[in-house]
């Protein structure tokens, strides 16, 4: 029977399925997103998995504002994502909808553009666009950028085989019918949910537009600390030095650490160094980890191998929840358990061509984060790690495997074989230009990773290193690892730092080596020259103090974090690297006025505390002009580090 013309008429043309537990908080801002948006003919239908809080009252509330907005309460929780998903794509009345969480929003424009481009041809089953990731300090960045850098429409899966690497549901607008024709709901019950309905989404559409601008903003909660954080054993440290560094203290400063981070915040100031996002300016450009580079240097199907697990959000936890612990070793169990899922229909729908392609995703985007977490983790983890991934791993294609980045099958193949200990240092160089300690050649000429050729001819395969030419490099590009061996704080501003360097190809000429530390705050790189001592064959030695106060800083201040990184040689073509710091050093924090006083800081040195864990030193502004910042609006507060550049100068003419 046909439609009635009059309902036809009478309905919006987008649904946005708003899903909500337990977050009465943040539930206005997402919705607030969506009234927002430049498409003014859309539902806003509210799906609360039977919240227990304030939820239901403020939802009502935000309804009775609005007629496009209904709300819908579960009977009962339905412990996920899927089934507030579900309720709600059966109550929508638009022939197109969106998903967004409730503690994220939309950008005003999504709804209007991804819906012109379903338009323009009825062969389109969904669109998607980029994901703006918002981290805790305000920074932004675009979400698996190399996915976006170009539009077009995708004919099928197969034509582009690499939208696998985006597991995200949120980010796209559906053909409600297309849902419907292939019954296309959530799994309920399990985690990470959207990877299996993303997946036969990809597969089933008949056409997929695919635009550059920013359509969803992903507001990245805080990391949640591991439920058990143990100090790594001895192996993990640079032997045999021992670290020496008192207790972490804080000299108070002018005003309160507090006061400075609001100041920070509400000046916008280093946004590109908040404490989710790697530093731009830890490395030359060239140098820098695959994920960190310019889109047209990166890898295309590369993932950050230093994004937490708890960047990735499981789908299948309630956005209210996302603060709480997370037991690593089940969201490993779980991450199995869909892929399995997704195995099996791949299989049963006839895209079992697409293996290679899921198995590589499953290697770079679900398992790499909990590799490069594997520093911070015991070796209970690791035993567990193992166990999951096992039996699963031996089925993977070996195509897949062949396309993995060679430090990520080197640290996976140390953990399976039960070398913990090395495998806590290979993963400490996941995505970044570090260096193994130790390289052997083996007799047939092959370079294998650590001290010994492996035995196991499997084992051998996978720690074969052969393709980082670290024997045949040029010196300019040598690939080294630098590590700290002892940290002592010093009188006054300074520290001094015991670093071992290790290179495993042997690149730099025998006998003494002129290193540099360089510590790069607002792109005003400040070095500081030691001498490297050679040790053994491939290992070399060297102290150097660090005055934190030389370091230079703008006029008004500075408040972000950058990794330390060593140089060694002069000149402009020298090898650099990142400055590794143990992972139970305890942090340290100096007080420091730089111009003479005028631009007081709260500087901290301490490892990363994520990743490769370098030294890092983060710089907080305090007193005056801390305060005075926070509350000038963003005009004058150019103005105002004018007059702060010629108060400096008229005191002593220091402009640092």
């Given at each position: 029977?046909?439609?009635d013309?009059?309902?036809?008429a009478?309905?919006?043309?987008?649904?946005?399925?708003?899903?909500?537990?337990?977050?009465?908080?943040?539930?206005?801002?997402?919705?607030?997103?969506?009234?927002?948006?430049?498409?003014?003919?859309?539902?806003?239908?509210?799906?609360?998995?039977?919240?227990?809080d304030?939820?239901?009252?403020?939802?009502?509330?935000?309804?009775?504002?609005?007629?496009?907005?209904r709300?819908?309460?579960?009977?009962?929780?339905?412990?996920?994502?899927?089934?507030?998903?579900?309720?709600?794509?059966?109550?929508?009345?638009?022939?197109?909808?969106?998903?967004?969480?409730?503690?994220?929003?939309?950008?005003?424009?999504?709804?209007?553009s991804?819906?012109?481009?379903?338009?323009?041809?009825?062969?389109?089953?969904?669109?998607?666009?980029?994901?703006?990731?918002?981290?805790?300090?305000?920074?932004?960045?675009t979400?698996?950028?190399h996915?976006?850098?170009?539009?077009?429409?995708?004919?099928?899966?197969?034509?582009?085989?690499?939208?696998l690497?985006?597991?995200?549901?949120?980010?796209?607008?559906?053909?409600?019918?297309?849902?419907?024709?292939?019954?296309?709901?959530?799994?309920?019950?399990?985690?990470?949910?959207?990877?299996?309905?993303?997946?036969?989404?990809?597969?089933?559409?008949?056409?997929?537009?695919v635009?550059?601008?920013?359509?969803?903003?992903?507001?990245?909660?805080?990391?949640?600390?591991?439920?058990?954080?143990?100090?790594?054993?001895?192996?993990?440290?640079?032997?045999?030095?021992?670290?020496?560094?008192?207790?972490?203290t804080?000299?108070?400063?002018?005003?309160?650490?507090?006061?400075?981070?609001?100041?920070?915040?509400?000046?916008?100031?280093?946004?590109?160094?908040?404490?989710?996002?790697?530093?731009?300016?830890?490395?030359?450009?060239?140098?820098?980890?695959?994920?960190?580079?310019?889109?047209?240097?990166?890898?295309?199907?590369?993932?950050?191998?230093?994004?937490?697990?708890?960047?990735?959000?499981?789908?299948?936890?309630?956005?209210?929840?996302?603060?709480?612990?997370?037991?690593?070793?089940?969201a490993?169990?779980?991450?199995?358990?869909?892929?399995?899922?997704?195995?099996?229909?791949?299989?049963?729908?006839?895209?079992?061509?697409?293996?290679?392609?899921?198995?590589h995703?499953?290697?770079?985007?679900?398992?790499?984060?909990?590799?490069?977490?594997?520093?911070?983790?015991?070796?209970?983890?690791?035993?567990?790690?193992?166990?999951?991934?096992?039996?699963?791993?031996?089925?993977?294609?070996?195509?897949?495997?062949?396309?993995?980045?060679?430090?990520?099958?080197?640290?996976?193949a140390?953990?399976?074989?039960?070398?913990?200990?090395?495998?806590?240092?290979?993963?400490?160089?996941?995505?970044?230009?570090?260096?193994?300690?130790?390289?052997?050649?083996?007799?047939?000429?092959?370079?294998?990773?650590?001290?010994?050729?492996?035995?196991?001819?499997?084992?051998?395969?996978?720690?074969?290193?052969?393709?980082?030419?670290?024997?045949?490099?040029?010196?300019?590009?040598?690939?080294?690892?630098?590590?700290?061996?002892?940290?002592?704080?010093?009188?006054a501003s300074?520290?001094?730092?015991?670093?071992?360097?290790?290179?495993?190809?042997?690149?730099?000429?025998?006998?003494?080596?002129?290193?540099?530390?360089?510590?790069?705050?607002?792109?005003?790189?400040?070095?500081?020259?030691?001498?490297?001592?050679?040790?053994?064959?491939?290992?070399?030695?060297?102290?150097?103090?660090?005055?934190?106060?030389?370091?230079?800083?703008?006029?008004?201040?500075?408040?972000?974090?950058?990794?330390?990184y060593?140089?060694?040689?002069?000149?402009?073509?020298?090898?650099?690297?990142?400055l590794?710091?143990p992972?139970?050093?305890?942090?340290?924090?100096?007080?420091i006025?730089?111009?003479?006083?005028?631009?007081p800081?709260?500087?901290?040195?301490?490892?990363?505390?994520?990743?490769?864990g370098?030294?890092?030193?983060?710089?907080?502004?305090?007193?005056?002009?801390?305060?005075?910042?926070?509350?000038?609006?963003?005009?004058?507060?150019?103005?105002?580090?004018g007059?702060?550049?010629?108060?400096?100068?008229?005191?002593?003419?220091?402009?640092?």
């Open positions: 029977m046909p439609e013309p009059m309902a036809v009478a309905r919006p043309d987008v649904s946005v399925i708003v899903i909500v537990h337990n977050d009465a908080a943040r539930l206005p801002r997402a919705v607030e997103s969506v009234r927002r948006q430049t498409l003014r003919d859309l539902e806003i239908v509210i799906s609360d998995d039977h919240s227990t304030r939820t239901p009252k403020v939802a009502r509330a935000l309804a009775e504002q609005d007629d496009r907005i709300y819908h309460r579960l009977p009962v929780n339905s412990g996920g994502c899927g089934g507030p998903r579900n309720a709600a794509i059966d109550l929508a009345r638009a022939p197109f909808l969106m998903f967004l969480d409730s503690d994220d929003e939309l950008p005003e424009h999504a709804c209007e991804l819906l012109d481009a379903l338009l323009e041809d009825d062969a389109l089953d969904l669109a998607m666009g980029a994901v703006e990731r918002v981290a805790p300090g305000g920074a932004t960045s979400w698996r950028p996915l976006v850098e170009r539009a077009r429409t995708i004919r099928g899966l197969r034509a582009e085989p690499g939208l690497h985006n597991p995200l549901a949120t980010d796209k607008m559906y053909r409600k019918a297309f849902l419907d024709r292939h019954e296309l709901r959530f799994p309920v019950g399990i985690a990470f949910a959207d990877q299996l309905f993303s997946t036969r989404a990809y597969a089933l559409a008949g056409a997929i537009a635009l550059t601008e920013p359509v969803y903003r992903w507001h990245v909660a805080p990391p949640a600390p591991p439920a058990t954080v143990t100090a790594p054993p001895a192996p993990h440290l640079a032997p045999p030095a021992t670290v020496t560094a008192p207790p972490a804080t000299t108070a400063p002018s005003a309160t650490t507090a006061d400075a981070a609001s100041a920070d915040r509400a000046s916008g100031a280093d946004q590109a160094s908040g404490a989710d996002q790697p530093s731009a300016g830890d490395l030359p450009a060239d140098q820098r980890p695959a994920d960190q580079r310019p889109a047209d240097q990166r890898p295309a199907d590369q993932s950050p191998a230093d994004q937490s697990p708890a960047d990735q959000r499981p789908t299948e936890q309630r956005p209210a929840d996302q603060a709480s612990p997370v037991d690593p070793a089940a490993v169990r779980d991450r199995v358990a869909v892929h399995r899922l997704i195995d099996a229909f791949l299989d049963d729908s006839g895209f079992a061509d697409l293996r290679p392609d899921k198995d995703a499953f290697l770079t985007r679900d398992l790499a984060p909990f590799l490069a977490e594997l520093p911070y983790r015991d070796e209970e983890f690791a035993t567990a790690f193992a166990a999951a991934t096992g039996e699963y791993l031996d089925g993977v294609h070996p195509g897949a495997l062949h396309r993995t980045p060679r430090d990520l099958r080197v640290t996976l140390l953990l399976r074989s039960g070398r913990y200990a090395d495998a806590v240092v290979a993963a400490r160089g996941l995505g970044r230009p570090i260096a193994p300690r130790e390289a052997v050649v083996g007799a047939d000429g092959t370079e294998y990773w650590g001290a010994g050729t492996p035995d196991d001819p499997d084992l051998a395969r996978e720690l074969e290193i052969g393709e980082l030419n670290l024997r045949g490099r040029p010196l300019t590009s040598a690939l080294l690892r630098h590590e700290i061996t002892a940290l002592t704080p010093s009188p300074r520290i001094t730092l015991g670093i071992r360097t290790y290179d495993p190809g042997r690149r730099l000429p025998v006998g003494p080596a002129v290193a540099a530390v360089v510590i790069d705050p607002a792109d005003r790189p400040h070095r500081t020259e030691f001498r490297l001592d050679p040790v053994r064959p491939g290992v070399f030695e060297g102290t150097v103090t660090l005055d934190l106060a030389a370091v230079t800083l703008p006029p008004h201040g500075y408040s972000g974090h950058r990794a330390a060593v140089t060694v040689g002069r000149g402009a073509a020298t090898p650099a690297g990142p590794l710091a992972l139970g050093l305890p942090r340290m924090s100096k007080a006025g730089y111009h003479r006083g005028l631009a800081h709260l500087v901290t040195v301490g490892p990363e505390g994520r990743g490769a370098r030294l890092r030193i983060r710089w907080t502004r305090t007193g005056l002009l801390a305060v005075a910042q926070r509350r000038l609006p963003p005009g004058p507060r150019a103005a105002a580090a007059a702060v550049r010629r108060a400096a100068r008229l005191v002593g003419g220091d402009d640092r």
